[in-house]
């Protein structure tokens, strides 16, 4: 006897015959107004297209990183307008090609422009995976793959972190989001009535988060209705930090969370988690660090002293999307908590997803943690990934990156036109292009001037040749600078070299 027992129950058997239409508001009900066969044969055309356009030749170092178009030109090229009629698949078809062309290769080796690069095959076929199945991962019964393999990540992550008591977590849809939950957590960690009371039951509550900390964190107070001005941003002066302190507690204010920050944005700067965590066991703060960009340093044996003392905060945030190239977005927001401080914070327990009489353990109905209802399985192309190459691979990857940040940093400093910032910390390389024009002029208030104008003119050059893409900015008081970011293990000692080459033949006019 054939074994049945994986496959669906069959469908009620059709009764012989053409059966009549059943109409509903002057709508046919019958079969499926989808056409199989037209649907599979679009998806087997426009496979290859993705293949070969977005994947193979997008990772091409001898192709460009962007073919640039202003946005007037690309409003023509695209035809974005929405018509009442549809289009045939071959116009589809080269709609996908045209989208491919003209975006951003990000996985090209020469795209060094944010702080997330490269293009890992195991986490691109952990995505396809889950685009075409869909999930939302709000239960166990909708999304049992993924929320388990979430679980799995959520738990590593936080023995790396170094929580031997364990802790609780969710992926959240971008590290400001992730802040945002920090923030959150911290202030009703504080003041539980406030999700049931509101702002208005509250005393006034301040954060203090340090100099170089991500924009999210004075969103986070805004969105949140504790207000930018109750922000304190401490530079690294302690006698400033004790000051202010007192200055709070004096006017009645209540001092409740301080952000650190791992990985800082520009400089790749990371703050001292040590010191910070023994003022906040002082005066019982939540203590958040934003290891959105640092924390893959966790996974180098080397590199890990740069967060030291990451195990006593009380909630971190760390994107593998950026280091350790998980693919846009995965987030990891996780508390050092074991009494479902997440849940309890954010639950609304709605009847209709998180019933109490499901027939399997809905402790894995884990959705209500989060502020979200429908939520993308974001773990799940981590996971794979890390399945494929282990954590000795991941450590690899953060070894090697470092060690090309180091690289670059040492060929600036011997080449006639090029200053560090300063020395790299991390993977960010900070310098200036000093042209040929400026090289004899004294340090000083005109030429500061003139140095800053000379990176956006280079970015305009590089961009509008496709050759490659590094971010500039100012800082402070300082002029325009480049941040070049290393993470991508396509990335070479030759492509360093061109980076440098490319940014003086680009510059070496003005």
């Not at 037209?38 to 290859?48: G, I, K, T, V």
């Not at 364990?166 to 849809?173: A, E, L, N, W």
């Not at 003392?309 to 009380?314: E, K, V």
């Not at 900070?430 to 400026?438: D, E, G, K, N, R």
Request: aromatic fraction near 10%; proline fraction near 5%; charge should be neutral.
């Amino acid at each position: 006897m054939n074994d049945t027992s994986s496959k669906a129950s069959a469908s009620p058997a059709e009764p012989k015959g053409k059966r009549p239409p059943v109409l509903v508001d002057g709508v046919t009900l019958n079969g499926p107004t989808l056409d199989i066969r037209e649907a599979e044969s679009f998806l087997r055309d426009a496979m290859p297209i993705i293949m070969e356009e977005a994947v193979w030749k997008a990772t091409d170092v001898k192709e460009k990183v962007c073919e640039w178009r202003s946005p007037e030109q690309l409003k023509d090229l695209l035809d974005l307008e929405l018509r009442e009629g549809g289009e045939a698949h071959p116009q589809i078809l080269q709609r996908c090609r045209d989208a491919i062309r003209y975006s951003v290769k990000t996985g090209h080796p020469l795209f060094f422009n944010q702080l997330y690069a490269g293009m890992d095959p195991y986490s691109l076929v952990g995505r396809f995976i889950t685009e075409a199945i869909n999930p939302s991962l709000y239960t166990y019964e909708v999304a049992p793959v993924f929320l388990l393999t979430e679980e799995a990540v959520l738990q590593k992550m936080i023995e790396i972190i170094g929580w031997q008591e364990g802790g609780d977590g969710i992926f959240s849809p971008g590290g400001s989001v992730s802040n945002m939950y920090a923030v959150n957590v911290a202030r009703y960690h504080h003041c539980p009535d406030v999700k049931v009371l509101g702002l208005s039951a509250l005393p006034r509550l301040v954060m203090f988060t340090s100099q170089e900390c991500h924009y999210s964190v004075a969103k986070a107070a805004a969105f949140l209705g504790i207000g930018t001005n109750n922000v304190y941003v401490i530079p690294s002066d302690k006698r400033y930090a004790a000051y202010c302190w007192l200055l709070l507690v004096t006017a009645g204010a209540l001092p409740f969370m301080v952000n650190a920050t791992a990985g800082t944005t520009v400089l790749g700067a990371f703050d001292p988690l040590e010191e910070i965590a023994d003022i906040c066991e002082r005066h019982n703060l939540w203590m958040h660090v934003d290891a959105c960009w640092g924390g893959g340093a966790l996974m180098s044996k080397k590199h890990r002293y740069l967060l030291q003392g990451i195990h006593r905060a009380n909630s971190v945030a760390w994107n593998p999307h950026k280091m350790l190239m998980a693919g846009l977005q995965c987030c990891a927001f996780m508390v050092r908590d074991k009494t479902n401080l997440l849940q309890r914070c954010h639950s609304a327990q709605a009847s209709y997803l998180f019933q109490q009489d499901k027939f399997y353990d809905v402790s894995y109905d884990t959705g209500d943690k989060s502020i979200q209802c429908s939520r993308k399985p974001d773990a799940f192309k981590f996971w794979l990934m890390w399945k494929a190459i282990g954590t000795k691979g991941l450590e690899e990857r953060v070894d090697r990156a470092l060690a090309m940040a180091r690289y670059l940093a040492e060929e600036i400093k011997k080449r006639d036109g090029f200053r560090l910032v300063m020395e790299p910390e991390y993977t960010n390389v900070c310098f200036w292009y000093i042209p040929p024009s400026l090289r004899d002029m004294a340090d000083g208030p005109e030429f500061w001037r003139n140095v800053h104008a000379v990176a956006p003119v280079v970015k305009e050059r590089m961009m509008k040749k496709g050759s490659m893409m590094v971010g500039y900015q100012p800082h402070g008081d300082k002029a325009n600078f480049f941040r070049q970011i290393i993470i991508s293990p396509q990335v070479s000692r030759e492509d360093m070299d061109f980076l440098l080459d490319q940014i003086h033949s680009l510059g070496m006019d003005l």
